[in-house]
């Protein structure tokens, strides 16, 4: 992918306009420190330092301007050409992927493909995207998944923490989906405006509303380091990590 010619433009949809709940604290997961930097910092300059990445377009609530500045005052290596203002997320992770996609349509010139990613994802590593942008080009809409150790039940709550059993799928066909997801930037966008026309909000990943969208997703082999800082012990197992020196970027 080195013919700038041959490769297809690519843009990087970051959402970091989540609140972090499961976390809790004053401040969003992606605001936090590890390793010494905001985990959104570490994420952004994962992202800006693939050579096939064209363009970087964050996502982040309304009220964060002050702390998404600080955190790229936190960078060691300049973005400039590369990052976009960050726009506005909305109160759901699909709609804050939307924002991001729309703003990459308004300004600078609309990608071929695009990779969403999410913020809390600082662990992303170069092989990962390389795999991810390969994967997207090839089938048009690809995401990442890791193979389960655990047996996967489906359930259906009926008391609180009781949830009766409907179905145990095979461990072997399941896959933990992560991010970064790659896609067609047409077929994207048009699945999340459909969606938004039809009043469907709500799905957690782009793989499952593109699947919706009547898209044939892949799943290409993800990275089992590349957890989602989800929980509180996400957080210090990050922290330890990267203090460690673990993807340091
Ligand atoms: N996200 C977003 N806009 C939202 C919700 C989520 O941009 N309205 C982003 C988060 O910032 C995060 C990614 O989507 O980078 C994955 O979401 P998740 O891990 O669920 O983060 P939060 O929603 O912030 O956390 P929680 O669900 O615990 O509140
Ligand atoms: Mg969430």
């Known amino acids: 992918m080195s013919d700038p010619a041959a490769r297809p433009r690519t843009a990087a949809v970051v959402v970091a306009a989540g609140k972090g709940l499961r976390i809790g604290g004053d401040l969003p997961k992606q605001y936090r420190r590890v390793g010494g930097r905001a985990v959104l910092t570490r994420t952004l300059a994962a992202l800006a330092q693939h050579p ?17 500045r600080e955190c790229l005052a936190d960078l060691d290596i300049d973005l400039g050409k ?46 990962l995207i390389d795999r991810a942008i390969r994967a997207g080009r090839e089938h048009g809409a690809a995401v990442p998944g890791v193979a389960v150790s655990d047996t996967i039940k489906l359930v259906e709550p009926i008391a609180p923490g009781i949830g009766r059993v409907h179905e145990t799928p095979a461990r072997e066909a399941l896959r933990a989906v992560q991010t970064p ?28 509303l593109a699947e919706w969208a009547g898209l044939q997703v892949v799943v290409f082999e993800g990275d089992a380091a590349n957890r989602k800082i989800t929980q509180p012990s996400d957080l210090i197992e990050a922290d330890r990590s990267f203090s460690q020196g673990a993807g340091d970027v």
Not at 60 to 65: E, L, Q, R, V
Not at 84 to 96: D, I, M
Not at 202 to 207: A, K
């Open 52 to 68: 096939d990445i064209d363009r970087i377009q964050p996502v982040i609530a309304p009220d964060a301007a002050d702390f998404y």
């Open 82 to 127: 590369k990052l976009s203002e960050p726009v506005e997320g909305g109160a759901t992770r699909q709609q804050s992927v939307r924002a991001g996609l729309e703003a990459l349509a308004v300004t600078g010139g609309v990608p071929d493909l695009v990779l969403v990613h999410d913020a809390a994802r600082p662990h992303v590593a170069t092989d």
């Open 181 to 208: 997801q790659a896609f067609g930037y047409a077929a994207l966008i048009a699945a999340h405006r459909r969606a938004a026309d039809e009043g469907r909000d709500g799905f957690t990943d782009d793989g499952a």
